[in-house]
Nanobody, 119 residues
Framework: QVQLAESGGGSVQAGGSLRLSCAAS????????MGWFRRGTGKEREFVAAITWSSDNTYYADSVKGRFTISRDNAKNTVYLQMNSLKPEDTAVYYCAVQRRPGYIYNGWGQGTQVTVSS
């Protein structure tokens, strides 16, 4: 079992930056991949970015590629999402989750952190 806690959200102007953090506790040793997801108002949850815990491979949604950077610190059991050149359409509640094995469902969702980008 893993517990996740997101933080770092806030309100910024378009073009600004935010850095989100996701602190994990529990069975982090069994984590294969950690991912960031978001849910905007009236929208379904969508994938944003992911990183493998051991190999440091990264994956991004086309909508954020070139603007967002995911990274992790295994010693701190934390994954980060650096968000640059933010756009109003990035406004959403951001969540992190873990994938225990390739192909497995993401789980261990945190409470999320709100990101609001003004025009």
């Amino acid at each position: 079992q893993v517990q996740l806690a997101e933080s770092g959200g806030g309100s910024v102007q378009a073009g600004g930056s935010l850095r989100l953090s996701c602190a994990a506790s529990g069975r982090t040793f069994s984590t294969y991949k950690m991912g960031w997801f978001r849910r905007g108002t009236g929208k379904e949850r969508e994938f944003v970015a992911a990183i493998t815990w051991s190999s440091d491979n990264t994956y991004y949604a086309d909508s954020v590629k070139g603007r967002f950077t995911i990274s992790r610190d295994n010693a701190k059991n934390t994954v980060y999402l650096q968000m640059n050149s933010l756009k109003p359409e990035d406004t959403a509640v951001y969540y992190c989750a873990v994938q225990r094995r390739p192909g497995y469902i993401y789980n261990g969702w945190g409470q999320g952190t709100q990101v609001t980008v003004s025009s």
